[in-house]
């Protein structure tokens, strides 16, 4: 289904992804070269209200981010001692407040890339047709059962990822990806075949071996916040864009190229707080952010979304 593409057949089949690439290596033109890559990864926009989907990456390289380890120790020893998980939707208590801007300065100590991509909704076929799904079940096999609307969600999460993997990656690093518990791993089988899919979609993008590729959701942490704390960045990026996107949207403004305003109540205060971290730079952790939206009812555009507008 999708070997022997070459790059005008990947324009074809993915219009959007050539512009997407570009971004991104405009943000990071050297890839990592440590030994392992650590990936988490959360999505929003799920409510009615939103006319976006937000899909959100963190990407570490962990062999050069040797502080974040004892750096997240030591706030949860000082600031969570309770164990509570940082989340957006769980940012309404004074604890998880006060820990919020040490919780999000240590995030800095990563080498590595954040990234959130925002994609319009009427956007419903990004990395699937309709015959998709049963060509997929007939060449390559599916472990689980899957409607068309989730095997998109599933290929577009994945088509994200390897995009990113391609841009960050050197040869014969391992690879780990951590996803918020989502309904594209629902299950075992479902992991399986993201696992399987990511496997093939990857050789489209990525032109070296890379080493042992694992993946899971945080349903595996073993009690210490260590995989919720690494997928909280993302889920916090994540939350975020999707209530600036919401209100942005709403202004004649997001389509006429004017000047966006917020007005001070316009979003809740953590998400003030989350985005002036987004948009602050730090010598080690580069941030993106990329818009995919509909420019009328045939046409896409594919463009930074600059949040100090």
């Not at 997407?20 to 943000?27: A, D, N, T």
């Not at 780990?176 to 899919?197: G, K, P």
């Amino acid at each position: 289904m999708l070997s022997g593409l070459n790059n005008d057949d990947l324009r074809l089949a993915f219009p959007w992804s050539p512009r997407f690439l570009s971004i991104l290596r405009g943000v990071l033109p050297d890839p990592f070269t440590g030994s392992h890559i650590m990936v988490g990864s959360d999505y929003s926009g799920v409510h009615h209200r939103s006319d976006y989907h937000v899909y959100s990456f963190l990407i570490a390289d962990t062999d050069h981010s040797p502080d974040y380890p004892e750096l997240r120790r030591e706030l949860r020893a000082e600031l969570l001692r309770d164990g509570r998980r940082m989340s957006y939707k769980k940012l309404n208590d004074r604890i998880r407040q006060k820990a919020l801007i040490p919780f999000l300065k240590i995030a800095d100590s990563f080498t590595g890339l954040c990234c959130a991509i925002v994609v319009h909704k009427d956007l419903e076929r990004m990395s699937t047709s309709p015959d998709s799904l049963n060509l997929w079940q007939k060449l390559h096999g599916l472990e689980a059962r899957w409607g068309r609307p989730a095997f998109e969600v599933m290929a577009r999460i994945s088509h994200f990822f390897c995009l990113l993997l391609s841009v960050v990656s050197s040869p014969h690093q391992h690879v780990t990806w951590i996803t918020d518990q989502d309904e594209i791993v629902a299950n075992d089988d479902r992991l399986t075949d993201v696992m399987n899919f990511v496997a093939k979609m990857s050789g489209l993008y990525i032109g070296h071996q890379l080493g042992e590729f694992a993946m899971n959701s945080t349903k595996v942490d073993m009690g210490d916040r260590e995989f919720e704390d690494f997928v909280a960045i993302p889920d916090l990026v994540a939350g975020t864009f999707a209530d600036i996107v919401t209100v942005w949207s709403k202004q004649p403004e997001w389509r006429d190229g004017g000047d966006l305003t917020l007005k001070p109540d316009a979003i809740p205060a953590k998400a003030n707080v989350i985005s002036a971290w987004f948009c602050s730079e730090s010598p080690k952790l580069r941030r993106c952010s990329v818009l995919i939206d509909k420019f009328d009812k045939h046409r896409f555009v594919v463009q930074n979304l600059d949040l100090t507008k």
